[in-house]
């Protein structure tokens, strides 16, 4: 999830709260911390000999298959991380502009920091934050910045819609036409909250309705498709939402450690079919690598993205079940892309001769008609400007794009064959909009841009061409879906993780990649701890395995 987050639900509704109810339900799976010690202590894989220690393969080594390893180890399992690339992280990731400076072209914000886990990583590995005032810097359709006042305005009326659709879908999501937008919300909304009383009400509603679009920074998806009757799932955790300045680097070395130092981690190692143990006589799960190599594990946690499970069901034998598959085609994919440019200075952040307002942190440029060869069909854009983050501060906008504009920007920039032809299209592409930012002088060398980064997830197949997981309309059972993906098939030993699986709360997000982790190796561990159990009670010898549901497998 990017720029914006809201969570609505208030600290004494959330014993109520559907999204609250499953962050409970779903992170702590019967496990207390009282339970987890017994585990621990009865477990003892460890003290088993090597060779016998259940072995469980994850695909992928995103936050969701590096958390999932952390929790595995520490409970004594083997574990052995398949990652078609050659770098950890999947869509965390840094690149460095040409100008020195570190940017993270997946995630940068931290959306919720109450009892959020990637909050604490932030704090232990001493990461820059950055949280900017709500000033709101908006260019109206002929490229002029209205007013402080006008544009606070427009900004609070679109929040408080919102925040309102938030509850209306909270509340009579059952009854709401799975067919129905966000965007039929807003429009019904501003006839309510402009009247035609009001002195020049079309201009108002219209911009309002333009500026409502800055919501498909959030899900990477366009306002006239988000689902309204799913819209509840968008909520996030409490708190605030902030800007990573330092990049997630050091919060992305910290959660791999505990992989690095214990599993066996095979980089370049792309799977290409998954087989479920009752395709083996020896009842163990297996994958085969695109190269034709075939391993075999006592448990498979799959962390491919949403968008790659989508294009790719057929890797799975015997079938996943229906359901499964219904949940994965169901759930909608982004495509959030973002585009840095760094600039001389912050010319910015200086008022233009005469004038008083500067641009810090976010600003808009709402359905421009200004820009007609570029942008035919008036995509509105967004900045961050990043010149303003204290010590992490560095002269650089950071403009965000989805939807028809991320598919036009990404291919046409695939067509191009060289660095610098690509680097004067971005800068001609987004001139409409930072040559009107306050102190732009094109004569002055320091408003001239000198460095920039264009991500092109929608190309990459191994982040599922796209961004994240969202909701779009037409979706009937939209939080059954991501629980049956949530569950995969234990039986099998197919295990699914990744932010699709997360707790509602956190679904889209990093943290929710980290808690479906950790999620999926307490439910494979805890099945252990029950087979540990019942063979001692038998005297067996042996790992036994017991599957989620309870259903005794013999290993
Ligand atoms: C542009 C963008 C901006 C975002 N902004 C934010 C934000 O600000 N805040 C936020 O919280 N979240 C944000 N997100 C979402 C966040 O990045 C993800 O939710 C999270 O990183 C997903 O982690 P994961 O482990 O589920 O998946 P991934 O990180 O995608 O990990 C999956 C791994 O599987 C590997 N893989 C895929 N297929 C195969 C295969 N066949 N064989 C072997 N390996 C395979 C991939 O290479 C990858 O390493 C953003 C995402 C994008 C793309």
Known sequence: MDAHSMSVTSAAGKKTSRIY??????????VSSRRQSIMDSVLKLE???????????????GFAGLKCADVLLRNGFRVTMLEARNRLGGRIFQERLPNGHLIDIGANWIHGTTENPIMDLVKETKTTVGVWDNHSCIYDEDGRLLPLEEGEKYSTLMWDIIEDAFEYSNKHGANIDPGRSLLDFFQEQVVKRIPDTQEDYQRQRRLLLHMAELWGNFVGSPLRTQSLKFFWLEECI???????AGTYNKVLEKVAQPAIDGADIRYKTRISEIYGKSMAQNNMARVKTADGQVLEFDEVVVTCPLGWLKKNLQAFSPPLPDRLCQGIQN??????????????????????????????????????????????NRCLSEIVELGSLGAAAHPTLLFYLYGEQSQHLTSSLRSLPSRKEKDSFIYDY????YSRL?????????????????TDWLDDDLAGNGSYSNFQTGLLEGDKDVIAMRSGVPKEGIWLAGEHTAPFVALGTVTGAYWSGEHVAR???????????????????GVVVDGEKGAEIQG
């Open 47 to 61: 003290t088993l000999d090597p060779s016998r220690r259940p072995h469980v393969g994850i695909v992928g080594a």
């Open 438 to 454: 306050p102190s732009y002088d094109e004569s002055n060398a320091d408003c001239q841009p000198t460095a920039c980064f264009a």
């Open 238 to 244: 409490e708190g605030e939402n902030l800007f990573c």
């Open 523 to 541: 439910r494979i561990t805890q099945g252990y701890w029950r087979g540990r159990e019942k063979e001692k009670e038998r005297g067996v010898v």
């Open 331 to 376: 759930i909608g994919y982004g495509s959030l892309e973002k585009v840095y440019i760094s600039f001389g200075t912050a010319f910015w952040l200086s008022p233009s001769p005469g004038e008083s307002r500067i641009v810090q942190g976010f600003c808009q440029w709402l359905a421009p008609n200004y820009a007609q060869d570029s942008n035919p």
């Open 21 to 30: 109810q499953d962050l409970k339900t779903s992170r702590l799976y019967g």
């Open 430 to 433: 987004f001139k409409p909009y």
